[in-house]
Structures are given as C-alpha cells and as structure tokens.
Antibody
Framework: QITLKESGPTLVKPTQTLTLTCTFSGFSLRSSGVGVGWIRQPPGKALEWLTLIYWDDDKRYSPSLKSRLTITKDTSKNQVVLSLTNMDPVDTATYYC??????????????WGQGTPVTVSS | SYVLTQPPSVPVAPGQTASITCGGNNIGSKSVHWYQQKPGQAPVLVVYGYSDRPSGIPERFSGSNSGNTATLTISRVEAGDEADYYCQVWDSSSDTWVFGGGTKVTVL
C-alpha cells in the first residue's frame, strides 16, 4: 500500500522560505521510473504543478516558479523536501505531494498525500 | 506554455452520461490523465493513458482523446460522482506537467 504524507508549517510570513517534507511508504525512490511531485491548490482554485524529482535525481521545475523552488530527496529516509523561497500571500494554498509513475515519456500521479494547508500572512 | 481548457461546470441527471472535455493544441498526440477531487479531499486518479483505470475505479469511467479534445465520460452517473474533475498531461516541449482548470460535475 502506497501512502504519502506532507508535513511542515501551516503559517509562514511574507518573504520567508517554506520548507515542506513528504514522507512516503510502499515504494522506493531507488526504483527506475518512480518519482515524487509537488502540486498546490489555492483555495477554490485549480491544481498547479510545481516540481518533480525522479529516482535518478533528475529534477523538473515549473518555469514560473523555478527561481524560487528547490526539490531534494533522502532515499534512506523515504522523504522528499520542497523549498519555496520569498513566500507571498498568493502562495497561500494546500500543498500536495504525489507519487509519480513514468508513462511514455511523461508521468502521472496515481497516489497523493492528504495535503497540507499553508497560509502566508504577517 | 501548454494550456488545457475545461468547462467550469457540467450538470447531469442521475443515471445519465456526463462528458467532460479537455481542450489543448493537438492533445490527441499526448497521454491524458484524469483526477476526481471531492470537497476537502486529495485528488484521486480515475483514468490514465488512453482509457485505463486504476484498481477500484468503476468501468463507468472511461476516456477518449483525438485531435484537440480529450473527453472523460462517466456513464450511469451516481450521486457519489459529484466532484471536481481535472485533466493532466505532460508537455514534452517544456518538460512540464500541466493541469486543466477543472470541471465541477453537479448531479441534479
């Protein structure tokens, strides 16, 4: 059974850096074709893909947020960490991590964490 | 950047068929994946690839894709199908993942 869970602060101040951890079980980030992605959803709005890291440490970032995003993995701990710098109130959203599976040349997300709400406010 | 366009809402009566479209430039050349999201819950994958379903997803959910439009079809709609539905593709030209704006399916 694959599970993922996000953890981190629920409230951050403008200009601060958000750091979220995704702890997963039921799969290994050492396995070929496996990845973990981060997706966010502002209140009442659509899903927005942020970043993804593959088993081979290949990383992809949303072009609009690339300068502010960092994704890393700790395979021994089954964790993936998201960092988003210079937080702004528009970054207020629920942040999801998701297990990614290669399909053709891309991936889809068969399993998701429950999400963690993050509010940016002074 | 690649854009996916979905209608904001689709009303449907119980027992009828709901068709949710996802428009994109030459989307027929891409693999399209569909997610269901109920209020306060994380998205759930319901269809991936051409029309494959994860374990536990009813056969009432199916997908099709051609030209500039992909479609998620829900047959014999039930009250429990009321949710937001999102399409998703991987855009090879930008090497990014893209979600549509979402469609709210309302069961009348």
């Amino acid at each position: 059974q694959i599970t993922l869970k996000e953890s981190g602060p629920t409230l951050v101040k403008p200009t601060q850096t958000l750091t979220l951890t995704c702890t997963f079980s039921g799969f290994s980030l050492r396995s070929s074709g496996v990845g973990v992605g981060w997706i966010r959803q502002p209140p009442g709005k659509a899903l927005e893909w942020l970043t993804l890291i593959y088993w081979d440490d290949d990383k992809r970032y949303s072009p609009s947020l690339k300068s502010r995003l960092t994704i890393t993995k700790d395979t021994s701990k089954n964790q993936v960490v998201l960092s988003l710098t210079n937080m702004d109130p528009v970054d207020t959203a629920t942040y999801y991590c998701a297990h990614a599976t290669l399909y053709g040349s891309g991936s889809f997300f068969p399993h998701w964490g429950q999400g963690t709400p993050v509010t940016v406010s002074s | 950047s690649y854009v996916l366009t979905q209608p904001p809402s689709v009303p449907v009566a119980p027992g009828q068929t709901a068709s949710i479209t996802c428009g994109g430039n030459n989307i027929g050349s891409k693999s399209v994946h569909w997610y269901q999201q109920k209020p306060g819950q994380a998205p759930v994958l319901v269809v991936y690839g051409y029309s494959d379903r994860p374990s536990g997803i009813p056969e009432r959910f199916s997908g099709s894709n051609s030209g500039n439009t992909a479609t998620l079809t829900i047959s014999r709609v039930e009250a429990g199908d009321e949710a937001d539905y999102y399409c998703q593709v991987w855009d090879s030209s930008s090497d990014t993942w893209v979600f549509g704006g979402g469609t709210k399916v309302t069961v009348l």
